[in-house]
Each structure stands twice: as structure tokens, then as C-alpha cells.
């Protein structure tokens, strides 16, 4: 009848077990001190007699007695040894193991508090919080219905975001079977549209986009696969590109430090030479930066004369 054996882990689940069967068999006044043990005599025509009544309260205070020892593990059993009445083996027993179940009650509270789903289905996380909610139900501190649609919604994980925040604010919040109901049909839902693998969540959408472009700046033009923004491929890892000069083609220095710079324009043709003029002009460049130009977009960037520009302008 007594299933469950009391052990240093399991009081207020032996208690609830135990309990009912005490008062339905109105057995219970025995353990909790109301119904004390009669007197063992009694005077019957000036003789002392054996009292009736103290016999039938002994056989029944055994038989509470024997009740509670059989559903003792040999731990516990050790805690009632040499006791003789169902009240000491009781008292004994509570004193022995009930602070021990109220810090497992904490505890369970704790796992329900910090469960999360994980890469678990709806289903069988589901299965997880139930479980520890039912042990705290059978250990006689049942978990509100708010409380429990609270902790499910938020151990669901950044996938449920959007559902979870939509149900947190539903007034009044439905019931936690309703509720797994819903979050099962939205993880079919999700499955439907992104196969086995859900979608990202905003917030790992967004470290993402972050990461590209930390990458994408740290890499001077780089992708973050290692490939410049023109297709060709980064020069990490073999060595930094030598200088090389676009006026007179040779390497080892950029044009705008390039020592026939001046010469150049001035044995240049007129085209030429305001070319290579508005390129001196205008150039930032130096020893430390690649001879990269942003593209504009524009059709023309440098004309050999004022009266080009104006044309190109008015046209």
C-alpha cells in the first residue's frame, strides 16, 4: 500500500503518502499527541484489573507502528531504534529528516527556476519542468500557475522570444497545459518554415552583423572571409605588398612620393601634365597606405583642364 520508503531526500513525499492512510483509518490522533495511552490498570470491585481500554490503544498504537516501519529504508530505520510507541517513531523521524525536505524543496525550486530548453523539442522539456513541478506538488509546496507559465516562458530560450514576450503580456495568462499546447503547434510552426534547424534569434542576428563588422573595418576593405570588397583576396599571412609608383611604374615607392614627380609634369604633354598636377595636388597618401582610391561612382574623376570640367558640367 506504502510504495514510497522514507529515505534522508524523500520526507514530505513519505509524509503526503503517509498522512492520508493515518486519517482514514483514524489512526492519526495517535501520532500527533491527542490521543494519549490510558492508564494500564483499573480498579474492578476494590481489585486492580487489567484496563481494557489501555490494551485496545496498545494493539492499534502497534499497528500505527508497525504501518511506519515498513516504510522505512534501513537509513531510516536506524533513526527509531529502541523507540515503542507510533508517537515516538514519528516525532523521531520528522525531527530526523523534515529541515533536510525543506532545503530540497529549495532546491527543486532552484533547477525549475534555471531549466532551460536548450536543444531539447517543446516536448521533452516539457516533460523536465513537469516532472520537478510535480515533485514539489507531492512534497506539499505546489507551484502557482503563474509561476509555472512564467519559468516554462522564460527556460524556452531566445527562439521563443517573439512568442514568449506576446504570451507575458496576454492578461489573464492562460493555464500552463494551454499554454505547452501553444508553444508545441509554434515550434511545428518554425520547423515547417526552417526546416530542422530554427531560425536565429534578432539577438544573434544582430552579433553577427557586429562581428562583420568589426571584421570588415579591422581588414581595411577586407571581408570577413578574408576577401577584398573588389574579389581578390587578402595579403594577410604573406607579407605586406610592395610600394608601387603609378607615374613611372617602378616599385618601392608611391607616386606621391615619387621623385620625378615634378619632372614629369613638366616634360609632359599639356593633357599629361595637368594630370599628373591635379594628382599631387590632391594626394594624401604616403609610406604607411596602400595607393587605394574610393570609387565615387562618378564618370569622370580628373580632367586635363578647367574648360573640360565646365563642359562636362553644362552638358
Given at each position: 500500500?506504502?510504495?514510497?520508503?522514507?529515505n534522508s531526500s524523500n520526507y514530505l513525499l513519505?509524509?503526503?503518502?503517509?498522512?492520508?492512510?493515518?486519517?482514514?483509518?483514524?489512526?492519526?490522533?495517535?501520532?500527533?499527541?491527542?490521543?494519549?495511552?490510558?492508564?494500564?490498570?483499573?480498579?474492578?470491585?476494590?481489585?486492580?484489573?487489567?484496563?481494557?481500554?489501555?490494551?485496545?490503544?496498545?494493539?492499534?498504537?502497534?499497528?500505527?507502528?508497525?504501518?511506519?516501519?515498513?516504510?522505512?529504508?534501513?537509513?531510516?530505520?536506524?533513526?527509531?531504534?529502541?523507540?515503542?510507541?507510533?508517537?515516538?517513531?514519528?516525532?523521531?523521524?520528522?525531527?530526523?529528516?523534515?529541515?533536510?525536505?525543506?532545503?530540497?524543496?529549495?532546491?527543486?525550486?532552484?533547477?525549475?527556476?534555471?531549466?532551460?530548453?536548450?536543444?531539447?523539442?517543446?516536448?521533452?522539456?516539457?516533460?523536465?519542468?513537469?516532472?520537478?513541478?510535480?515533485?514539489?506538488?507531492?512534497?506539499?509546496?505546489?507551484?502557482?500557475?503563474?509561476?509555472?507559465?512564467?519559468?516554462?516562458?522564460?527556460?524556452?530560450?531566445?527562439?521563443?522570444?517573439?512568442?514568449?514576450?506576446?504570451?507575458?503580456?496576454?492578461?489573464?495568462?492562460?493555464?500552463?497545459?494551454?499554454?505547452?499546447?501553444?508553444?508545441?503547434?509554434?515550434?511545428l510552426f518554425i520547423t515547417s518554415l526552417h526546416?530542422?534547424?530554427?531560425?536565429?534569434?534578432?539577438?544573434?542576428?544582430?552579433?553577427?552583423?557586429?562581428?562583420?563588422?568589426?571584421?570588415?573595418?579591422?581588414?581595411?576593405?577586407?571581408?570577413?572571409?578574408?576577401?577584398?570588397?573588389?574579389?581578390?583576396?587578402?595579403?594577410?599571412?604573406?607579407?605586406?605588398?610592395?610600394?608601387?609608383?603609378?607615374?613611372?611604374?617602378?616599385?618601392?615607392?608611391?607616386?606621391?612620393?615619387?621623385?620625378?614627380?615634378?619632372?614629369?609634369?613638366?616634360?609632359?604633354?599639356?593633357?599629361?601634365?595637368?594630370?599628373?598636377?591635379?594628382?599631387?595636388?590632391?594626394?594624401?597618401?604616403?609610406?604607411?597606405?596602400?595607393?587605394?582610391?574610393?570609387?565615387?561612382?562618378?564618370?569622370?574623376?580628373?580632367?586635363?583642364?578647367?574648360?573640360?570640367?565646365?563642359?562636362?558640367?553644362?552638358?
Amino acid at each position: 500500500m506504502l510504495t514510497i520508503k522514507l529515505n534522508s531526500s524523500n520526507y514530505l513525499l513519505w509524509k503526503n503518502q503517509v498522512e492520508p492512510l493515518l486519517h482514514h483509518q483514524d489512526w492519526y490522533r495517535f501520532v500527533n499527541g491527542s490521543y494519549t495511552a490510558p492508564s494500564k490498570t483499573t480498579t474492578v470491585d476494590a481489585k486492580e484489573a487489567p484496563n481494557p481500554e489501555y490494551v485496545s490503544w496498545l494493539e492499534s498504537d502497534q499497528r500505527i507502528r508497525l504501518l511506519l516501519q515498513s516504510s522505512l529504508t534501513e537509513e531510516a530505520m536506524a533513526e527509531v531504534l529502541g523507540l515503542s510507541s507510533s508517537r515516538e517513531v514519528w516525532l523521531a523521524l520528522e525531527s530526523a529528516y523534515s529541515h533536510d525536505s525543506m532545503e530540497r524543496s529549495q532546491n527543486i525550486k532552484d533547477a525549475l527556476r534555471q531549466l532551460k530548453k536548450g536543444v531539447l523539442s517543446v516536448s521533452d522539456f516539457a516533460k523536465k519542468f513537469k516532472s520537478l513541478c510535480d515533485q514539489l506538488s507531492a512534497i506539499g509546496t505546489p507551484v502557482s500557475e503563474d509561476d509555472k507559465c512564467h519559468w516554462f516562458l522564460c527556460g524556452l530560450g531566445p527562439t521563443f522570444e517573439t512568442f514568449s514576450t506576446a504570451h507575458r503580456a496576454i492578461q489573464p495568462r492562460p493555464l500552463f497545459r494551454d499554454l505547452l499546447a501553444k508553444a508545441e503547434g509554434h515550434e511545428l510552426f518554425i520547423t515547417s518554415l526552417h526546416g530542422s534547424n530554427p531560425a536565429p534569434s534578432p539577438a544573434a542576428f544582430m552579433a553577427y552583423q557586429q562581428q562583420s563588422r568589426s571584421q570588415f573595418r579591422g581588414g581595411r576593405g577586407r571581408s570577413a572571409c578574408g576577401q577584398s570588397p573588389r574579389g581578390g583576396y587578402s595579403s594577410r599571412g604573406r607579407g605586406r605588398r610592395s610600394p608601387h609608383c603609378q607615374l613611372c611604374r617602378n616599385d618601392g615607392h608611391y607616386a606621391s612620393s615619387c621623385p620625378d614627380l615634378a619632372s614629369y609634369a613638366n616634360k609632359s604633354s599639356h593633357s599629361a601634365a595637368n594630370l599628373a598636377q591635379a594628382f599631387h595636388a590632391d594626394c594624401t597618401l604616403n609610406d604607411y597606405t596602400p595607393d587605394w582610391n574610393s570609387d565615387s561612382g562618378a564618370t569622370l574623376h580628373m580632367a586635363p583642364s578647367p574648360n573640360d570640367v565646365y563642359g562636362s558640367f553644362t552638358k
